[in-house]
């Protein structure tokens, strides 16, 4: 789920097609909800209509402790709903939502959720190092077929390395970007079963 | 531009006046005796740096108060002070800890302790210089620089000024790159 309508939800997206193209490559099958379409109805159709035994939901876009939002800032799924993601691996790049909603989507029986606990931060003008990071984990878990747990830990090793080459390459000089790549790995979070695997 | 806060933590109460005496013009100095107490005021307000009595009295010494603040604010620079001791090992063993610098309360401290300070800043503002060096890279200053998924904007202008007001915000996000910046010196990446 991805919906483009200002310039973090873009950036979200842009992260969405990176791995929808994975999922292409590899003959997944799989459902992209996007722009206009990517309203709680629609994603509620999905969840209940999706019977397939193992499944992942990838959501990138805003969000907050409580609750992802579609297109516009809709609420697509809050605390109320949160059983909908029951037996799904949960991959959320999206702000704050592994605190209280990821915590509750566990409770209700989803398996893990991978997502962050603070503000996802990104500088505009280094885009692609923060794109890597986000997709490192969902590049584990599709291409090499990884758990959760050690996308999880491919992740942090991602946000380390972009740190240490940005050092390397420019003098120390990136505070914004090191300041934002060092918070975001501080936000990753994974909750649940860490030995779960999409496939 | 405001006066850089110290917090002076010594139950010997003559020499923490003294000592609040000479540094007062430079800088915006309190005293306070007991450990817990210095520690409730450094929860309670910012400080830029902090002068503790090693040989502290009562039920914390000074490396117990120190440890502690380490373990709620790790950029703070704290200066541990004492008077003359014949055994460095448990000083050496208490910088190692967290302490910036040592410096004993012998007749050379109008020398040694400003110094010791402005030093001790000067390390802790070395990151920050680097930081601005960065931002006026910019031609435009209210070019957006950072953006959150929840929608926050945030420009190196409006960072700067928040840095430099020592703003809530600025003083997390001056917290957050010597954070940043200990961390890859820990790790090898910058030469300290």
Not at chain 1, 95 to 106: D, M, N, Q, S, T
Not at chain 2, 60 to 73: L, R, S, Y
Not at chain 2, 137 to 155: A, C, H, I, M, W
Request: glycine share 6%; charged share 30%; with cysteine.
């Amino acid at each position: 789920m991805h919906a483009a309508y200002d310039p973090p939800s873009t950036f979200a997206s842009s992260c969405a097609a990176e791995v929808s193209s994975m999922l292409v490559s590899i003959n997944c099958t799989f459902f992209e909800i996007q722009g206009p379409k990517a309203c709680k109805s629609e994603i509620h159709k999905h969840l209940l209509n999706f019977s397939t035994d193992t499944h992942g939901f990838f959501n990138y876009g805003h969000g907050s402790e409580v609750a992802l939002f579609g297109y516009k800032g809709e609420v697509i799924l809050d605390m109320s709903c949160a059983h909908l993601l029951r037996r799904k691996i949960c991959y959320v790049i999206s702000c704050l939502a592994a605190k209280e909603f990821g915590r509750k989507v566990i409770s209700n029986g989803g398996i893990c959720f991978l997502g962050f606990g603070g503000d996802f931060e990104y500088s505009p003008f280094y885009e692609e190092i923060f794109r890597a990071c986000a997709n490192s984990g969902a590049k584990a878990m599709i291409q090499k077929k990884t758990t959760a747990g050690e996308a999880f830990k491919i992740m942090k090793e991602t946000f380390d390395n972009a740190m240490s080459n940005l050092v390397k390459d420019s003098n120390n000089g990136n505070w914004i970007v090191l300041l934002s790549l060092f918070r975001d790995r501080d936000y990753l979070r994974l909750l649940g079963d860490g030995s779960a695997s999409l496939w | 531009m405001e006066k850089s806060k110290i917090l002076i933590i010594d139950d010997e109460r003559d020499w923490a006046d003294s000592a609040k005496m000479l540094l007062q013009d430079k800088y915006d100095v309190e005293v306070v005796e007991h450990g817990e107490e210095g520690i409730e005021k450094i929860h309670q307000n910012y400080y830029d740096l902090l002068l503790i009595d090693w040989q502290l009295m009562g039920d914390k010494t000074g490396t117990d108060v120190m440890v502690e603040i380490k373990k709620f604010n790790k950029v703070i620079p704290i200066i541990l002070v004492s008077g003359k001791i014949d055994e460095r090992k448990p000083l050496i063993e208490a910088i190692q800890k967290g302490a910036t610098d040592y410096v004993e309360k012998d007749t050379e401290l109008p020398e040694k302790l400003p110094h010791a300070i402005e030093n001790a800043l000067d390390k802790r503002d070395v990151v920050i210089r680097g930081f601005e060096k960065w931002l006026n890279r910019f031609e435009d200053p209210n070019q957006v620089v950072l953006r959150t998924l929840s929608g926050k904007e945030y420009s190196a202008k409006q960072i700067l000024i928040e840095i430099k007001k020592d703003s809530e915000i600025g003083r997390r996000i001056r917290e957050d790159i010597v954070k940043v910046v200990l961390e890859l010196i820990q790790k090898g990446e910058v030469r300290s």
